[in-house]
């Protein structure tokens, strides 16, 4: 599948990641490169969500390329993490079977025109059942989770829905927010989210 941008403007924007990546030694986050790059498609979506997803895999796709580079000119290793990528001098490093697998979906352009709304939806649930902390043995009752989220009981799951967008939007850690308020506002959705099944 074909890129979503030009080709002349992939080719500025991985010229203006690489100097960016190359001019600092300190870990880089990805909002701070998706800032410094000044990234918006013309053409994103009306969710918000699938917008910075979609903003999210062009810089993957960009920064996997560049690590693939690096370690065939045997110049640089770029240690791409989650939220954060740091250039290391080059050391015959290997990239872990972790590694070459989100280099191979983000590499892949598939993968950014499959992804919809509602797939979205689904794995940042499952990826939040994943990391959640197991010591939290108290489940939030029900009008802490509406406290968390600022709702009133009852409300209707597209009420729900939108209310944890706003609020995970303006507390995710990638775009400066609390990270502690991301994960209870995560967490009191998780708890309301089964008052409708």
């Known amino acids: 599948m074909q890129c979503p941008l030009p080709e002349p403007q992939l080719r500025l924007l991985r010229g203006q990641l690489e100097a960016i990546v190359l001019q600092s030694n300190e870990v880089q986050t990805e909002q701070s490169l ?18 910075l997803f979609q903003r999210h895999f062009i810089v993957q796709h960009l ?4 690590q693939l580079q690096w370690a065939e000119q045997q110049f640089a290793w770029l240690e791409i ?3 954060k990528v740091q250039l290391h001098t080059y050391q015959a ?3 872990t079977e972790y590694d070459q697998g989100r280099a191979g979906y983000y590499l892949d352009w ?9 797939t979205l939806e689904q794995q940042l649930d499952d990826f939040w059942r994943y ?6 043995a108290d489940p939030l ?16 799951l597209l009420q729900l829905k939108r209310q944890y967008r706003s609020l995970a939007l303006q507390y995710h850690p990638d775009r400066g927010g609390d990270g502690e308020q991301f ?15």
């Open 63 to 66: 920064l996997y390329q560049l």
């Open 183 to 197: 994960l209870q506002v995560r967490q009191a959705y998780q708890r309301l989210r089964t008052e409708f099944r």
């Open 81 to 83: 993490g989650l939220a």
């Open 110 to 118: 598939q993968h950014f025109y499959q992804m919809s709304s509602a």
């Open 141 to 156: 009752s029900l009008q802490q989770a509406c406290q968390v989220l600022q709702l009133s009981w009852p409300c209707s």
């Open 131 to 136: 990391v959640q902390r197991p010591a939290e």
């Open 34 to 51: 998706l800032q410094k790059l000044g990234l918006h498609l013309t053409s994103a979506p009306s969710d918000p969500q699938l917008a």
């Open 93 to 95: 490093q290997q990239p």
